[in-house]
């Protein structure tokens, strides 16, 4: 019998996609402490706590009651209220349940925008260092990717004017991330203000907000949302969810809230996708939008513990130095001192100290010359974890 080998033809888009590090690292830690070695995880973006209990037994009495079937493309509208509700209450922002579609994940909200936007001859402008998946996604699009440089000195904020700078006639979509991932990093209100009276004279721009850390905040700071400037109303998209504020990672459910002339686009987007949301995850959110937000609190109290410790302990290393993130539950420290490259400190660390982290290049060319530590473990782990980078380094 003969046999003939089919090479399949992929679409040349496929070259361009990209990936997001950190589930290749965790992958590699696994396989080494199948190996017998014993690797401490300071690389994964997500809460190391249960998902809160009312929110478990809420789904538990989900699958009981019966939502086994499809939803509206759009989510529950009872989700959809409390959603507006969430909204009001942390953001200060009105919002009409029509503009919210609930999606599985954080991720799907910035596919849509950037599927929606980007093309070949389009700009989509992005934070650099950041979330590795928005370069990927406007690669992929065809658009060309534009570079917001999120600078130490600026606390890894950004500054609106050279921001507004970079502007042109082919920007079609603006892409910004307050509490930042990698970098901890927060947006203060005087710099959104002069970025959102920036815009003002770019009618063709539309911006996404993601939110997603938008809980995680420490001492004092203030979450400014773009849901907050009236004038941009009918151009601003909105990404938040529940897997980092509730520990719901594996339960994958996200939200947009998306302007008049775009929500449709979107729900379209989501019909041809993933048709709607798991119905049982989309019950327990519910349950922790409305519930006892004690576990909240919890979690964020054990996080400021934690980072810290962390910023402390960094800081105690020759050769490294550590602003003091402000959000989310990163640190993203300054390794320039060590006279190591960001990804040979990464594998270095990995597999010879046995010390799970991400090389800053994970999240774009500028963020060589630091690493990503999350402080998402506990404070023995992140003890011992940095006590073993600073015995690698000497």
Not at 58 to 85: F, I, M, Q, S
Not at 90 to 116: Q, S
Not at 180 to 195: C, F, H, W, Y
Not at 246 to 275: C, F
């Given at each position: 019998?003969?046999?003939?080998?089919?090479?399949?033809?992929?679409?040349?888009?496929?070259?361009?996609?990209?990936?997001?590090?950190?589930?290749?690292?965790?992958?590699?830690?696994?396989?080494?402490?199948?190996?017998?070695?014993?690797?401490?995880?300071?690389?994964?973006?997500?809460?190391?706590?249960?998902?809160?209990?009312?929110?478990?037994?809420?789904?538990?009495?989900?699958?009981?009651?019966g939502w086994h079937k499809y939803t509206p493309a759009n989510g529950l509208p009872d989700l959809r209220e409390a959603v507006c509700e969430d909204i009001l209450r942390y953001r200060g922002a009105e919002v009409n349940p029509d503009n919210v579609l609930i999606v599985p994940g954080g991720k799907p909200t910035m596919f849509y925008a950037i599927m929606m936007f980007g093309e070949p001859g389009a700009e989509i402008m992005y934070p650099n260092p950041g979330f590795p998946i928005y370069e990927s996604m406007i690669h992929w699009s065809g658009?060309?990717?534009?570079?917001?440089?999120?600078?130490?000195?600026?606390?890894?904020?950004?500054?609106?004017?050279?921001?507004?700078?970079?502007?042109?006639?082919?920007?079609?979509?603006?892409?910004?991330?307050?509490?930042?991932?990698?970098?901890?990093?927060?947006?203060?209100?005087?710099?959104?203000?002069?970025?959102?009276?920036?815009?003002?004279?770019?009618?063709?721009?539309?911006?996404?907000?993601?939110?997603?850390?938008?809980?995680?905040?420490?001492?004092?700071?203030?979450?400014?949302?773009?849901?907050?400037?009236?004038?941009?109303?009918?151009?601003?998209?909105?990404?938040?969810?529940?897997?980092?504020?509730?520990?719901?990672?594996?339960?994958?459910?996200?939200?947009?809230?998306?302007?008049?002339?775009?929500?449709?686009?979107?729900?379209?987007?989501?019909?041809?996708?993933?048709?709607?949301?798991?119905?049982?995850?989309?019950?327990?959110?519910?349950?922790?939008?409305?519930?006892?937000?004690?576990?909240?609190?919890?979690?964020?109290?054990?996080?400021?513990?934690?980072?810290?410790?962390?910023?402390?302990?960094?800081?105690?290393?020759?050769?490294?130095?550590?602003?003091?993130?402000?959000?989310?539950?990163?640190?993203?420290?300054?390794?320039?001192?060590?006279?190591?490259?960001?990804?040979?400190?990464?594998?270095?660390?990995?597999?010879?100290?046995?010390?799970?982290?991400?090389?800053?290049?994970?999240?774009?060319?500028?963020?060589?010359?630091?690493?990503?530590?999350?402080?998402?473990?506990?404070?023995?782990?992140?003890?011992?974890?940095?006590?073993?980078?600073?015995?690698?380094?000497?």
């Amino acid at each position: 019998m003969s046999t003939t080998t089919v090479s399949s033809q992929l679409a040349s888009r496929m070259g361009v996609l990209g990936t997001e590090t950190a589930f290749e690292v965790f992958a590699k830690a696994k396989a080494l402490e199948a190996q017998g070695k014993n690797i401490v995880h300071l690389h994964i973006g997500a809460p190391d706590f249960n998902t809160p209990p009312n929110i478990v037994a809420a789904g538990e009495k989900a699958l009981r009651d019966g939502w086994h079937k499809y939803t509206p493309a759009n989510g529950l509208p009872d989700l959809r209220e409390a959603v507006c509700e969430d909204i009001l209450r942390y953001r200060g922002a009105e919002v009409n349940p029509d503009n919210v579609l609930i999606v599985p994940g954080g991720k799907p909200t910035m596919f849509y925008a950037i599927m929606m936007f980007g093309e070949p001859g389009a700009e989509i402008m992005y934070p650099n260092p950041g979330f590795p998946i928005y370069e990927s996604m406007i690669h992929w699009s065809g658009a060309k990717a534009v570079p917001i440089e999120l600078k130490e000195e600026n606390d890894f904020s950004f500054d609106a004017d050279s921001v507004l700078s970079k502007i042109t006639p082919n920007t079609r979509l603006m892409i910004v991330n307050t509490p930042a991932n990698p970098t901890g990093g927060i947006v203060q209100r005087s710099e959104m203000d002069k970025l959102v009276a920036g815009l003002e004279k770019h009618p063709h721009v539309t911006i996404l907000c993601d939110e997603i850390y938008s809980r995680q905040l420490y001492d004092g700071a203030e979450h400014v949302s773009i849901l907050q400037y009236p004038s941009l109303a009918d151009r601003a998209i909105m990404l938040d969810g529940w897997s980092k504020t509730y520990a719901m990672t594996g339960w994958r459910l996200g939200y947009g809230v998306w302007p008049d002339s775009l929500i449709k686009h979107a729900e379209r987007l989501q019909i041809n996708s993933t048709s709607c949301a798991n119905a049982v995850t989309q019950v327990a959110a519910i349950e922790a939008l409305r519930g006892p937000q004690d576990s909240v609190d919890e979690m964020l109290k054990a996080f400021d513990e934690r980072r810290h410790v962390m910023h402390r302990e960094l800081n105690a290393i020759p050769g490294i130095s550590c602003v003091m993130p402000k959000g989310a539950f990163y640190a993203f420290p300054n390794i320039t001192g060590t006279g190591r490259k960001s990804q040979d400190l990464e594998n270095g660390l990995l597999n010879e100290a046995g010390v799970a982290c991400l090389s800053g290049t994970a999240f774009g060319a500028m963020g060589e010359g630091y690493l990503r530590f999350s402080y998402a473990n506990s404070v023995e782990q992140i003890q011992e974890g940095l006590r073993r980078v600073k015995e690698y380094l000497a």
